[in-house]
């Protein structure tokens, strides 16, 4: 082959190898999905065997495709933690479903660019429809609705706080954080998505914007504690801009008391945010929807696509009931971009520029499992993590939260042991992979039942191992029984 055709062949190959390389693709990956039960959910490959491994490749020369895939996926099968493990009780990083994969793959193929309405009409279009669907679902159906996918829930938090201090203060998109005349503050629980520091700090107001309201001793925004943070920031000339209030934290999937923290909101004209990055889910089961009562009294709500509803890493969804301050707080204009449909085009109404078509994952699946399926999967995981509740207690450990939101977080009453060691021991052990986390000050072992992957006997097998290594630490006598 001439060197010019075999770039052209590394490039786009062929339509036979093309077909080969995808097949090849999809035995690889089926052959790692399918084979997970049977490993460990976490890397067997060390940090130093991975950049051994790294170091052949200098990119000197061509490489063969198909030995190159498969190298690439192996590296991947046993350097990462499988989060779609059927025992991977994580961090809501899903289990994605196969439509939100495909549309994955549609969307580098066909490659849309979003950043403009008139470049992808059609794409804009698609993920305007879901939007709007979705802020119904939150139970809003004015006519201004609106909003866009986000990589995550960090950059859809952050789109609300700029849009709330461009609302609140005119001059705060011209002149920034000097326009307030004292320092701007906004207010989420102790128990919040800590992300919130960054955001003040991107947005320019500072990390001292930042004021954390203590919890009610449930994980819960004490609003007494809220309404007299505020009143004390107006008496000191600061200005309060934006209450935060969580839907579902991510510690524990507790709900902040949405309807009292709106009433604080409307007296203190603060600009209400509700993060349900995780638990906006819920909005799709009949059964559970009802604990998010009071989130349609937002201004504005995080959802994250690629945790609950499954979708593929990096897609998060921010919602406005009034979208129209959008184009307020994103509006630029630059010579060389098309002429598009002012209201419409992306860039000039989001962060972002260049933007991919991330809302294909959501779009597709929710056409292929619809509303039901959906509901079917979120009270699954309910489902799942009432009966690990029912477990764990019969086995004399205590669940401290209220596991509704399929997050549980519990300490063993028996052995005395740290929630630290009971879960290294777990995840050295290589059954399943759970993880710490602090809840109201206590440190605490956190299961999360949210994969589609998940069944009954992998919650007998997580309580198994959670029992066994509670059982070493009393054998080998590192933990105080107690009394
Ligand atoms: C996960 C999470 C975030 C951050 O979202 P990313 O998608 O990781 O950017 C924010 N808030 C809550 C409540 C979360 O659970």
Sequence with gaps: MKQRDRYQECVYPSPESRAALWDQTNRLLDGVLDGLPNRSPSPSLDMSAIRERLRTYDFREARDPAVTLSDVVDILASGIVH????????????????????????????????????????AVEMERHVVRWLCRSVGWHDE????????????????????????????????????????????????????????????????????????????????????????????????????????????????????????????????????????????????????????????SVTIDAHKWLAAPMGAGIILFRNAEILGRTFRVEASYMPEGVAELDPYTHSAQWSRRFVGLRLFLSLAILGEEGYAWMIDRGVGLAAELARLLKESDWSVVNDPSLAVVCFVDNRSGQEPSEIVARVVEEGRAWISVARFEGQAVVRACMTSHRSTEADIRELIQALNRARDDAVTSGTGSPAE
Excluded: C
Aim: hydrophobic share 40%.
């Design 83 to 122: 989060t779609q493990h059927p025992r991977y009780f994580g961090l809501f990083n899903p289990s994605p479903t196969f439509p939100g994969i495909v549309a994955d793959a549609i969307a580098s193929t066909i490659n849309p660019q979003l950043a403009v309405w008139s470049h992808a009409p059609a």
């Design 144 to 299: 201004g609705i609106g909003g866009h996918f986000t990589s995550g829930g960090a950059e859809a938090n952050y789109t609300a706080t700029l849009s709330a201090l461009t609302r609140v203060e005119e001059g705060f998109s011209d002149r920034g954080a000097r326009a307030f005349g004292g320092q701007p503050r906004i207010y989420a629980s102790a128990e919040s998505h800590l992300a919130w520091y960054k955001i003040a700090h991107q947005t320019g107001i500072g990390r001292a914007a930042v004021r954390l309201i203590p919890t009610d001793g449930s994980g819960r925004m004490d609003v007494g504690e809220l309404d007299a943070a505020v009143s004390e920031d107006s008496d000191l000339g600061r200005v309060p801009v934006m209450v935060a209030a969580t839907a579902g934290t991510t510690n524990a999937g507790m709900i902040d008391p949405l309807a009292e923290i709106r009433g604080v909101a409307l007296r203190r004209r603060l600009w209400l945010h509700v993060d349900a990055a995780w638990g906006g889910a819920v909005r799709l089961s009949p059964t559970s929807r009802r604990l998010l009562a009071g989130i349609e009294e937002a201004d």
